[in-house]
């Protein structure tokens, strides 16, 4: 059963992917915010990881940086609302997120199904792929 970590700090965000998740037979941990999702990631295995961009006590795409930095072999997936909205600037935001170490973004307010393509996008990549990705 694949094993993801969703780190955002909107409970609402939270429950509704660990509820579609779960519903597909993934194994979801939730963690309210980047401390905790650190926590989380020094304890246990993951094969994706669902990271929000923006969240307090990590300023702007830090949060992206450092759980690629911590784990480099799991597949990040972003997620924003607001780094991502169609503006004139989204085509920057979208690849400093890439450069950060995400293999693909989610924009906020996301549908089941772009999760589901985005999380088992992420669980076929080979591991050497997405090191590769990163290097």
């Known amino acids: 059963m694949p094993r993801i970590l969703v780190v955002d700090d909107d409970p609402m965000v939270c429950v509704a992917i660990e509820v579609c998740l779960a519903r597909k037979g993934f194994e979801v941990t939730v963690a309210d915010g980047g401390e905790a999702g650190m926590r989380a990631l020094e304890t246990a295995d993951f094969d994706v990881m669902l990271i929000d961009v923006f969240m ?3 300023r702007g795409f830090e949060a992206i940086r450092m759980f690629h930095e911590r784990r480099p072999d799991i597949p990040v997936v972003a997620m ?3 780094a991502f909205a169609n503006t004139e600037r989204a085509p ?3 690849r400093i997120t890439i450069e950060l170490g995400a293999v693909c973004c989610l924009r906020k307010p996301f549908t089941p199904d772009a ?3 985005s999380v088992n ?3 076929a990549m080979p591991k050497a792929s997405v ?3 990163k290097s």
Do not use: E, K, T
């Open 121 to 123: 996008q992420c669980i």
């Open 92 to 94: 920057d935001f979208l």
């Open 115 to 117: 999760l589901l393509a």
């Open 131 to 133: 090191n590769q990705l």
């Open 80 to 82: 924003s609302g607001y």
């Open 56 to 58: 307090p006590h990590m």
